[in-house]
Each structure stands twice: as C-alpha cells, then as structure tokens.
C-alpha cells in the first residue's frame, strides 16, 4: 500500500475519533447496505462489528505477523507506517469491509492493546 491516496486516506481517517470510526464501519458494511442508522445504533453496530473481527485480526497482527516483536524491536516510527503495514497485512481478514477504516479503529484503539504488548498503552 504504497499509493499516495491511500495513504492520505488512512491519515485522514486517523485523524477521526474512534466513534466516528465506529460509525463509518457501520455506514459501509455490506451486510448493512440498506440499514438506516440513528447515530447511536451506528456506533452500536460498528462497535458490535469490530469485536466480531477482533480475533481474526489479533490472529493476523499478533499472531502470525509478531507485532509486538517489530515494536520493541523499534520497526515502526509512526502511526501511518504501522497503519500501512497493517492495511497490507489485513486485506484478506476484513472481507467487504473497508480496510482502511479497520486499519484506522485498530491503530486508534492500540495495537499494544490488541496485541498485549509489554508496557502495553
């Protein structure tokens, strides 16, 4: 993911609160085309919907690809390169939902959090 838009979009989302985030999943979920949300059940259902992929991406990123190995052995310097790997890593997890935003909610909320890194943060 190297393309410049892309990386001006995933700077652009971190850029968002989680609950907006949370909304923005909900809002582009397939399964959800149709669904007309109030704020609330929004943030609801794209809380609900993250939870749902937690595991598969705590497989992919902590798992499989040893985040926590790479941040303590000083891989990353910011936020968009760890949310350009991450997108890269994700594709295949996040099924018709937009990796993007996923990428942004799992870097907001914490990979050290997700992943149980020491000194998690």
Not at 17 to 30: I, K
Not at 48 to 77: D, M, S, V
Request: net charge negative; aromatic share 4%.
């Amino acid at each position: 993911m190297q393309d410049p838009h892309e990386r001006a979009e995933l700077t652009r989302l971190l850029d968002k609160d989680v609950d907006e985030l949370l909304v923005l999943l909900a809002l582009s979920d397939p399964d959800h085309a149709e669904t007309m949300f109030s704020a609330e059940e929004a943030r609801n259902e794209g809380r609900r919907r993250f939870q749902q992929l937690t595991p598969l991406l705590h497989q992919r990123i902590c798992t499989e690809w040893r985040y926590c190995e790479k941040k303590a052995n000083g891989a990353f310097n910011d936020n968009i390169e760890v949310a350009v790997a991450v997108a890269d890593l994700i594709t295949t997890v996040v099924g018709g939902l937009p990796v993007s935003v996923v990428t942004a909610l799992i870097v907001k909320r914490g990979l050290n959090r997700l992943c149980g890194c020491a000194g998690a943060g």
